[in-house]
């Protein structure tokens, strides 16, 4: 028989009531949200959730085995399965089978560590621990191997690659990490205060970044090795209220009850005010001089509507949360358009369709692209162990090859003719111990570069320039050759041809060339996004051109207007598919592959025309439907267009990125790039997160190896990343089952707030119902993609916070399997 049925509420600081129905022992079967969307869960006995009825009907079903492991998890309106096996010693799962049936094997040792994984491509990665369990060696399929050494309180030591090239790191008394040793013999200096917070880092060239906090552990301050200090303010909830720019420039922020956002007040004195509905959603975007932006949902929580004053966009997703349809209204600034998805049952998409055609993928065993077709034709794709792309061939013809080191830097990108093996041409490259690129080989010669102690490019040299570019840098990162003078917000103000003005907001407002004294403005929403761009001749205050831009709700360019020429784009997530004119008649289709800023083909005026990138992703050449090149580019170091012979004219050269000619900048999403003066002129809004104190530096001045797809973070292309979803393989649907679980638990119960014990029961929970291994590589793929991809290593309160967490996560973990999850956690956090 079932426990009775217990009722509870549960009240946010707004006021807003969400109910439960739960058992005797405090399990939730059931909750209905403020907005009346009710969630039901069905256990059996032993409180394990047997069904899980969503709001919007989606089904999800478990089976266990006598031990309460699970066995099976389905989504019922997809008819997907994952499976488990297990092993009867320490009770960990030995096998995961895929809704498409492709199996993951994990072997233990008589400890319980994994000694090896099997993919589904039936590729082994094998490791060694010594005595006290810990991880000596990662052999990859590849039979190239990581080394690991500790010290007697098996704290890291050393890590060596396969190119046997070592980081080294000491520790204080307290165990923080004092020193941090590349493979160049550099070191960077950690010291904390006395609460073991990180209050100051010395980098190799001895420049000095200073914290403070206040009582709460809250960053105050932060002086940069130039001593140019900002600063920041918190309530009495530790929300952060201002922040202080070295110039004195105040952003600052409002809250309601419930921490959400309501309102930020800009240092210009735009203030944006966001709104809310009853379960945190946002509902509302309100800018000055902009309009409203306003957004919708479905009962699964899935934005549907989208709506700005310059565009529409209405979204439908199936009943796993997948997106199957977009549509734009047909607004005057926007054509009508409808594009839909569908996909396997691992989620991954099967076709994408739109007005001008349809798109079709398949993949193999590790879910990986193996071919698209597409009306520009059918592109294959093929990848080596170590899922690194080995070859592409394209459907003209021309091929590409990629060869790797055992550190996976890619070392040459080949593009040929397919028949002939007549080369298109190649991107060869040779790299430094710590990773830096010192040359690339290409059809017009050899590049060398160098590169000072705090991997910041001081030179580059090219066939197309008689004499090489040097750089030199201020301490933050702002170049100091070039005649450059720079505030003390690190905005450039004069350098040899040009003065630079900027608003209170930090966006560059007007050029002027200095010879002349003809200058270029530029303007922007309250968001800081580039509106218009004018351009005037000395004294004239009647532009003599004039080029506009217009964006949707999702911060995407949807329109442009320049030199007499109106061009609108639909987009395919990030990526531009359709590009239509002033008039809403389509002009060209673009085909991309499965990573971002990776255009393969463009469709315009009757011809099909396909791309060929370098190591860095520029665009080096443009062959047509038989494979003849009929263009070409040539980049300086920081991407100034050296060359670009042919007649055939596209968007996307340097990094990807579509270039301006209009402005001369780069259009990097959520800023733009001037190669010229190789900065953004934008601040980087996330750039504080990162601990990157010069929000104006292009990709930390090492544009030879790092690009900036979004404009928001640098990153090293050609690197086999995976998805938080692929890191935890197959196992994820277990792994975000139990995480709703325990996330409605601590709903009911009141301590959502408490993140320690989130994070404790979330992976006692998941190592026990989808096996230590995915509660391990959940909890670790999880504080990974925090503390990387959006930066929080840089941020001594968030790497703090993570330090924590993942001690929650190992204490959940280890949690005996006779004791109840919640008891452990609760009792310790």
């Not at 403005?521 to 761009?533: P, S």
């Not at 109106?566 to 987009?571: A, L, N, S």
């Not at 579509?658 to 190789?678: I, N, P, W």
Request: overall charge negative; charged content about 20%.
């Amino acid at each position: 028989t079932q426990p009775p049925i217990v009722q509870a509420t549960y009240k946010d600081a707004k006021g807003q009531t969400t109910t439960f129905e739960t058992d005797t022992i405090g399990r939730v079967t059931k909750q209905v949200d403020p907005l009346n969307r009710t969630t039901t869960i069905q256990r059996d006995p032993q409180g394990n959730p047997l069904t899980i009825t969503r709001p919007n009907n989606a089904i999800t079903t478990m089976t266990y085995d006598l031990r309460g492991n699970l066995l099976t998890s389905t989504e019922q309106a997809i008819a997907a399965t994952t499976s488990f096996t297990y092993e009867p010693v320490f009770n960990q799962v030995t096998r995961i089978t895929d809704p498409k049936g492709n199996q993951t094997n994990i072997t233990y040792d008589v400890k319980g560590n994994p000694l090896t994984i099997t993919d589904a491509d039936n590729k082994v990665t094998t490791f060694t621990y010594n005595a006290q369990g810990l991880l000596l060696t990662s052999t990859d399929p590849t039979l190239h191997e990581i080394r690991f050494t500790y010290d007697v309180l098996g704290r890291l030591l050393t890590t060596t690659d396969p190119l046997n090239r070592t980081t080294t790191l000491t520790y204080d008394a307290a165990g923080n990490v004092a020193t941090s040793k590349d493979a160049l013999d550099r070191i960077t200096t950690f010291q904390y205060d006395a609460k073991n917070r990180l209050k100051k880092v010395i980098d190799p060239l001895l420049g000095e970044t200073i914290y403070t906090y206040d009582g709460n552990g809250n960053l105050l301050t932060v002086k940069d090795a130039k001593n140019q200090t900002t600063t920041f303010a918190y309530d009495d909830r530790n929300r952060l209220l201002s922040t202080t720019d070295p110039l004195g420039k105040v952003e600052a922020y409002e809250y309601d009850g419930n921490d959400n956002l309501t309102k930020r007040i800009t240092p210009k004195l735009d203030q944006i005010v966001f709104a809310y509905d009853s379960v945190n959603q946002l509902l509302s975007k309100t800018l000055p001089g902009s309009g409203v932006t306003s957004y919708q949902y479905d009962v699964a929580g899935n934005v549907t509507n989208v709506t700005d004053p310059d565009s529409v966009l209405a979204m439908t997703y199936d009943l796993a949360n997948r997106l199957t349809t977009v549509k734009t209204d047909g607004s005057p600034n926007q054509p009508a358009v409808t594009l839909a998805y569908t996909y396997d049952k691992n989620g991954n998409r099967l076709t994408a369709t739109d007005p001008a055609g349809t798109n079709s993928y398949s993949y193999d065993p590790l879910n990986r692209l193996a071919s698209l077709a597409s009306p520009a034709g059918s592109t294959t794709f093929t990848y080596d162990a170590l899922s690194r792309r080995t070859a592409m061939t394209l459907p003209n013809g021309t091929s590409t090859t990629y060869t790797y080191d055992p550190a996976s830097q890619v070392t040459n990108i080949l593009h040929q003719l397919t028949a002939t093996s007549a080369q298109i041409n190649q991107a060869a490259y040779a790299y430094n111990n710590v990773g830096n690129r010192t040359s690339l080989t290409d059809k017009r010669g050899s590049q060398t570069f160098g590169y000072d102690t705090l991997d910041r490019l001081t030179s580059a040299s090219h066939p197309l320039l008689g004499t090489p570019q040097a750089f030199a840098y201020d301490p933050v990162g702002n170049r100091t050759t070039g005649g450059t003078v720079v505030n003390a917000g690190n905005q450039l103000t004069a350098d040899a041809t040009h003065s630079y003005q900027y608003d209170d907001n930090g966006n560059l407002t007007r050029k002027t060339l200095l010879a002349t004294g003809n200058f270029t403005t530029y303007t922007y929403d309250a968001e800081n996004r580039l509106t218009k761009v004018e351009e005037f001749v000395a004294g004239a205050s009647t532009p003599t051109a004039t080029s506009t831009y217009r964006y949707d709700g999702l911060g995407r360019r949807i329109e442009k207007v320049a030199n007499g020429q109106t061009r609108r784009y639909i987009y395919d997530g990030e990526d531009i598919l359709l590009e239509y004119d002033g008039v809403n008649v389509l002009q060209a289709r673009y085909t991309h592959g499965p990573g971002i800023d990776e255009p393969i083909a463009v469709t315009k005026g009757g011809a099909t025309y396909f791309y060929h990138q370098d190591g860095l992703g520029s665009m080096t050449d443009l062959t047509d439907s038989s494979g003849a090149t009929v263009k070409s580019y040539s980049y300086d170091a920081y991407g100034n267009i050296l060359e670009s012979p042919g007649t055939v004219e596209q968007p996307y050269t340097y990094t990807g990125h579509e270039f301006d000619t209009e402005s001369g900048l780069y259009q990097a999403r959520a800023r733009f790039y001037d190669s010229v003066a190789v900065r953004f002129f934008q601040k980087d809004s996330r750039g504080l997160v990162r601990g990157e104190w010069n929000l104006y530096q292009y990709v930390l001045n090492n544009p030879v190896n790092l690009d900036d797809p979004l404009g928001e973070f640098p990153r090293r292309p050609h690197r086999p990343i995976r998805p938080l979803n692929d890191t935890i393989g197959p196992a994820y649907a277990c792994v975000t089952r139990v995480r709703d679980d325990v996330w409605i638990q601590a709903g009911s119960q009141g301590w959502r707030n408490n993140d320690k014990r989130v994070h404790c029961v979330v992976s006692c929970e998941v190592g026990k119902q989808c096996g230590t291994g995915a509660g391990f590589s959940a909890g670790a793929a999880r504080e990974a993609y925090q503390l990387t991809m959006k930066g929080y290593i840089f941020d001594p309160a968030q790497r703090r916070d993570s330090v924590l967490d993942e001690k929650a996560n190992i204490f959940g973990l280890t949690c005996p399997l006779a004791q109840d999850c919640y008891q452990r956690c609760i009792a310790r956090y």
